[in-house]
Every structure is written in structure tokens, then in C-alpha cells.
């Protein structure tokens, strides 16, 4: 992504640039997930049932993203809990409810 002189970003965009410096809290919110890199938790809370929660367990291991102890307690508290007992389910746009213009912070 390239970098914009804010002189010309006003100038080929004025009524964005207007309302990006009369809405700051636009910007930060978008800020809250620059480097943001899910883990386990963040991509269990998108399955839909065990099944599915163990197989991501499962994937997660196999790229090296969990180690086999991390793996085991993982599948131990969905064995137990299930996965809505880990985490609750987050659905489609839940970031952008969450971190997006329209999210009060």
C-alpha cells in the first residue's frame, strides 16, 4: 500500500479528507486490528458445532500453529464443554460490527 501527501489525498478525495479530520475516531477504529493474527480461539469461535472445531484443532496442529499439548487440552474442553463452551459463536461481520465505522468503542 502506497503512502498518501496529505495535500494530494484532499485534493483527489476532499469529501473523505473532510470527514476523516472532523472524524478522527474513524481512523482509530480501523487501527484496532492492524497486526491482528487470530489464533485457536479466534477461528473456533467461527465453527459450527464439535465436529468442526476438532477437524481446525486438528489443522491448526498439522501447519505447527499448536503444539500436541495445546492440541489435546484443546480437544479435552470441546470434548467437555463443546465449542460454545470455549467461546462464543461469532458470525459473519462480527469485526466489522465490532472494529468497523459503525462500532462504538
Known sequence: MSEWDVDDFEKVFPTLYNEMRTRPQLRTRSDALRGFMPGPIDYLSRCSNNEEAIRVVNYLLARGELNDREAAELRSRIAQEGVRGLVEKR????????????ART
Open 91 to 102: 458470525e459473519e461481520g462480527y469485526y466489522l460490527r465490532r472494529f468497523g465505522a459503525g
